[in-house]
């Protein structure tokens, strides 16, 4: 699934030199897309990835992107690493981490990303708080801070913003949840003027069918965009061990998973797909002290 190599030398080095012209396009279009855009709150985790990021309904360590509600059940200390390397270019980096402490009634959540490198990144710094309203309901909240590094300017410009949501529990196997990002409209000075970041909503759930099943399904809408609809499934073929796919569209992408826990650790791998572009492969590893 990864290199294939032709074994005509002139076919290859043509190969590798048409492959180096098309990432390069492909990074000045992300790249400098994004700087007119303003930057992209970016979904962060591997199994998130794996079910095409329909993950607003979710309680896990990676609440701190997805939905800050879902921080508040964790019963102990939590922390996570994740990595995605978009389309296997380097300029398209993504390196995040998460650390959750459960304090009295609710939980503290610490969180962070970059993406990019060199001359151009992108990176979110952010402080959360969460706790359980009742039974079946908890809500967050987040304060963030978002900057970004020009290639025509090496000072990081940035902003500050926050985000929240809430989930809802009303049976032991459906979980809801709904979230915003950005309702005050925030953005950054750029040097060609001022660019908004979008305010995003997102609202979905997850259905339990048994102890081998999850079915998770999401709609996203921005301020800029047309709604963008999110579905996975996981799996559970053996004890510690979940397979997931996924899809969203349009545009449609494919997404797929494996996620493998042994005692407090967990890993994950998830993999998307572009028609275009390829395959963007990720990982992230979390830790759970209760």
Do not use: C
């Amino acid at each position: 699934m990864q290199n294939n190599q032709f074994t005509y030398q002139p076919k290859l080095k043509t190969g590798n030199q048409f492959k180096k012209i098309f990432f390069l396009l492909a990074s000045f279009v992300f790249i400098f897309g994004s700087t007119v855009n303003a930057i992209e709150n970016h979904p962060i985790g591997a199994r998130s990835l794996g079910l095409s990021h329909a993950s607003v309904s979710f309680s896990d360590v990676w609440g701190t992107f997805h939905n800050q509600a879902g921080i508040a059940r964790l019963d102990g200390f939590s922390a996570g690493f994740f990595y995605e390397s978009r389309f296997g270019v380097d300029l398209l980096s993504l390196s995040s981490g998460s650390v959750v402490l459960p304090v009295g009634e609710g939980a503290f959540g610490l969180s962070f990303f970059q993406f990019g490198s060199g001359v151009f990144k992108e990176n979110k710094y952010a402080l959360a708080y969460a706790r359980q309203l009742s039974e079946k309901w908890s809500a967050g909240v987040q304060l963030d801070y978002l900057a970004q590094t020009f290639p025509e300017n090496a000072r990081a410009k940035g902003f500050a913003t926050f985000e929240g949501g809430v989930l809802f529990q009303p049976s032991e196997k459906l979980h809801l949840g709904a979230h915003v990002f950005n309702p005050v409209k925030g953005g950054i000075e750029a040097p060609a003027g001022k660019t908004e970041m979008p305010v995003v909503f997102r609202t979905g759930g997850h259905y339990i069918f048994d102890e081998m099943v999850l079915v998770a399904f999401e709609a996203e809408k921005d301020n800029q965009n047309p709604v963008l609809l999110k579905s996975g499934i996981e799996f559970l073929p053996v004890e510690n061990m979940a397979l997931r796919f996924g899809v969203s569209g349009k545009p449609f992408k494919y997404t797929a998973g494996v996620g493998y826990k042994a005692g407090n650790v967990s890993a994950d791998l998830g993999f998307s797909y572009h028609g275009n572009l390829g395959i963007t492969p990720s990982v992230s590893v979390q830790i759970h002290l209760q």
